[in-house]
Structure formats: structure tokens, C-alpha cells
């Protein structure tokens, strides 16, 4: 009786590795925009967190500086020293931050506005100016891309 062999093939070997290097090549790209959209999503969250401190202040006549929001930059967001509010007179303002840091590096520049009306409600504006890739399908729901 003839000893059989048991193994794979170059050919087949071949094939799996060519199947595994086209579905990467597929999934890697998905990967990073879910990443980046992921990102921007927990940048905006964070940022709706001091809306309820900055009408605090505003409310009361106080400053909206940083300390007074109790602001604590995320490891998402360029802090370049100054507040990331701003209140008007007229009832409007807005709190902005710009992303960087350990931010993925198509959001490098990013801006994330929140600006409240006279009114008194918020909405979330995205200025991707400073990102040259930049693509529209990173906007989070409920937030306008200007």
C-alpha cells in the first residue's frame, strides 16, 4: 500500500494567502474611517458635556473661561491655552476645540463648534477646512459640515 501525503499545496497555500491580503485590503480602510468617526463622535460628546456649566455661567453673569467650565482638554484635542468658550451679549456664543494630539491624522485641524443661539439652543458645527482628507461620511448625525 502506497504512503499517502497530507498537506497543502503551494497552489492552495497561494490562494489562501491571496484571499486573506484582499480581504485586508478591504477592511484596514473601513477600519480607519471607523476610527476617525468614532473619534470625532467622543470630541463632540465631550464638548456637550460643559454646555450645561457654560449656561450655568452665562445664566449667572460669571465667565465662561475654562476653569469656571471645569474644562479638562482630552487627549483628542490641540489645548492651546486659551478658553474654549466664548459668550456674546446678545445671548449667543458658542464652545469650540480643534482636534490633534493623539486624534487620528485625517481629523489633524478639525474644528468642533457647538453655537448657541439667543435662544438659547445649541448646534453642532464642523469646520474640516484645516483636513485635507477630509471626507463628509466622518460627520456625526446632527451636525452640520460648513
Known amino acids: ?79 492651546a491655552g486659551t478658553d474654549i468658550a466664548v459668550a456674546n451679549a446678545d445671548g449667543t456664543g458658542h464652545i469650540e476645540v480643534t482636534l490633534g494630539g493623539n486624534a487620528h491624522p485625517i481629523l489633524t485641524g478639525v474644528i468642533i463648534r457647538l453655537e448657541r443661539t439667543v435662544n438659547g439652543t445649541w448646534q453642532c458645527v464642523i469646520d474640516p477646512s484645516a483636513s485635507s482628507d477630509w471626507s463628509d461620511s466622518l460627520s456625526p448625525g446632527g451636525c452640520n459640515v460648513i
Open 1 to 79: 500500500m502506497p504512503a499517502q501525503q497530507k498537506g497543502f499545496t503551494l497552489i492552495e497555500l497561494m490562494i489562501v494567502v491571496a484571499i486573506i491580503g484582499i480581504l485586508a485590503a478591504v477592511a484596514i480602510p473601513s477600519y480607519q474611517d471607523y476610527v476617525a468617526r468614532a473619534q470625532i463622535e467622543r470630541a463632540v460628546g465631550e464638548l456637550s458635556n460643559y454646555k450645561i456649566a457654560y449656561e450655568v455661567q452665562f445664566s449667572t453673569s460669571g465667565p465662561v473661561s475654562n476653569a469656571a467650565l471645569g474644562y479638562a482638554p482630552s487627549n483628542l484635542i490641540v489645548a
